[in-house]
Nanobody, 125 residues
Framework: QVQLVESGGGLVQAGGSLRVSCAASGLPFSRYAMGWFRQVPGKEREFLATISWNGGSTYYADSVKGRFTISRDNAKNTVYLQMNSLKPEDTAVYYC??????????????????WGQGTQVTVSS
């Protein structure tokens, strides 16, 4: 059974930093690209970042480029999202997702196969 479990969310002041994590199990982690998304109630889920199977390629949404960094540790089956210079508009539920790519460094147009349950990030002004 595949599980993606996010953690690390919480309350942070504007301008602060937070790192969220996503631990994967039940799948060959190093054969999946991983991504981060977020969603605010009443709005569509927003893509944030993708990282290829070996971490060699990344892709970011313009809204977070330069502030957020995606990384992964295949030995720990975990993907991270480091968030700096946080703004109140970054408040959302943050989700990780996994997309099968094999050993291809694909970071765009991915079919997301699995999703986590989300972790709440709240940025106070």
């Amino acid at each position: 059974q595949v599980q993606l479990v996010e953690s690390g969310g919480g309350l942070v002041q504007a301008g602060g930093s937070l790192r969220v994590s996503c631990a994967a199990s039940g799948l060959p982690f190093s054969r999946y690209a991983m991504g981060w998304f977020r969603q605010v109630p009443g709005k569509e889920r927003e893509f944030l970042a993708t990282i290829s199977w070996n971490g060699g390629s990344t892709y970011y949404a313009d809204s977070v480029k330069g502030r957020f960094t995606i990384s992964r540790d295949n030995a720990k089956n975990t993907v991270y999202l480091q968030m700096n210079s946080l703004k109140p508009e970054d408040t959302a539920v943050y989700y990780c997702a996994a997309a099968w790519t094999g050993a291809r460094a694909v970071v765009n147009g991915l079919p997301w196969n699995y999703w986590g349950q989300g972790t709440q990030v709240t940025v106070s002004s």
